[in-house]
């Protein structure tokens, strides 16, 4: 931001790195009408804000923190955006507006460390159909026990407001991500989009896919591995047609029937390495 001291904006925060933008803004902001979705808009339409990450030593030298804004920055998206991407590109995405906090996939005894005799959270009880899949803004949350899939992508507990996130990178997010109930029925759903939505040969289908969670085309060599690792795939699941059938399963939407159940989890498998890729989790 333009106070890297979100938190404080009194005399002991740090000084805007631009001071007259922000004043622009400001009035600009009031000029509108408190237009908040017209400010968002504008700002991320800009030249500065659409900035690719890549950098040269000389721009490093020059505006290391990046407060110049000679760069565009890169850092993994949050929780909540992380959730709703994986649930838009597989076309699970359920875009219901308002109504009540939603129960998504999460271990069932989570709460019960927590809770009190007689409390109506004392036991987690998952929510079915439709509901599993709204935008993460309407997840249920017990301050004392959040979403694991929220905290381990640093989302905050509520339990005090905070302004920033700190971001880490661990090997539990990647577990998460190849892991979690709610992902791979994600990558399941794009796996049968490419299949049905992605032309009729394997190349397409790789290079449909991989547009859908980069919005671009991928390269020579990015389609050289991921045809290698449908082979693989492939091989692995004609010789084992039980673990095929194991893999289409996870999660509580019906499998399709209109696929084979080996080509579907061969495609399952590379929809979760495409969602897994650092271009997909990370803002560049």
Not at 237 to 260: H, L, M, Q
Request: hydrophobic residues 35%; neutral net charge.
């Amino acid at each position: 931001g333009l106070v890297k001291t979100s938190e404080d904006f009194g005399t002991r925060g740090e000084w805007p790195s631009h001071p007259e933008l922000l004043d622009w803004l400001a009035t600009e902001f009031i000029r509108t009408g408190w237009d908040v979705k017209g400010l968002v808009r504008m700002i991320v339409t800009t030249a500065a804000y659409r900035q690719d990450s890549r950098t040269t030593p000389k721009l490093v030298a020059l505006d290391p923190e990046n407060r110049l804004l000679a760069r565009g920055p890169k850092y993994r998206l949050d929780a909540e955006v992380l959730r709703d991407n994986a649930l838009c590109v597989s076309g699970l995405l359920n875009p219901k507006m308002g109504g009540h906090g939603v129960r998504p996939y999460q271990p069932g005894g989570l709460w019960e460390a927590v809770g009190y005799v007689g409390s109506n959270t004392a036991q987690y009880s998952q929510d079915h159909g439709e509901a599993l899949y709204r935008r993460s803004l309407y997840l249920f949350w017990k301050r004392t026990a959040p979403p694991p899939s929220m905290t381990t992508f640093d989302a905050p507990s509520r339990e005090q407001c905070r302004t920033r996130r700190e971001r880490t990178s661990t090997p539990l997010q990647a577990l998460l991500t190849m892991n979690d109930v709610g992902y791979f029925e994600a990558a399941r759903h794009l796996g049968h989009r490419m299949l049905h939505e992605g032309a009729a040969s394997d190349a397409d289908r790789l290079r449909y896919g991989f547009r859908l969670v980069t919005s671009r085309a991928p390269d020579e060599g990015e389609c050289a591995i991921l045809t290698q690792n449908l082979a693989a795939q492939r091989v692995a699941f004609r010789a084992n047609e039980e673990a095929a059938k194991k893999a289409i399963s996870v999660g509580e939407s019906p499998a399709p029937s209109d696929v084979s159940a080996t080509e579907l989890a061969v495609y399952t498998m590379v929809a979760n390495v495409l969602l897994n890729l650092d271009e997909v989790v990370t803002k560049n």
